[in-house]
């Protein structure tokens, strides 16, 4: 396998400066420690497929018991039966036709004098009278 040239000195560079000798040998490691590790994944040093071990865990359940006091929830019993009785009220209330209020006393007609033609108190038609 031919590697570009940028990768080939790097690693020539690297076993020169780290005193390796067979060059051939630590590519070979190199390429199959990288295999390895994405074959694999990150993992111990051997080569062997990672071991399942299967844990039976217990899982212990907490009941909560709540201890009620009944006058304070007579107390809001009470309240809110009051309520809904005012809520049916208001909805009634809103859902009734509307019926305008009938006055109780008719006030009485006005009675205007007219005088000889027939017109009002104050004259218009024929009479040039202003009374």
Known sequence: ???????????????????????????????RDG??????????????TPQVVEKEVIKEVEKIVEVSNDEEVSKYLKRIEGLEETILKFKEAY??????????????PKIVEKDIYGEGARGTFGSNLLD
């Open 95 to 108: 859902e009734a036709p509307y019926v305008p209020p009938v006055p109780t006393s008719i006030p009485p």
């Open 1 to 31: 396998m031919v590697l570009p040239n940028k990768l080939n000195n790097d690693i020539w560079d690297y076993c020169r400066l780290n005193s390796i000798t067979d060059i051939d040998a630590f590519i070979t490691k190199m390429v």
């Open 35 to 48: 295999f390895t590790i994405e074959r694999y994944g990150y993992s111990p040093e051997s080569n062997e």
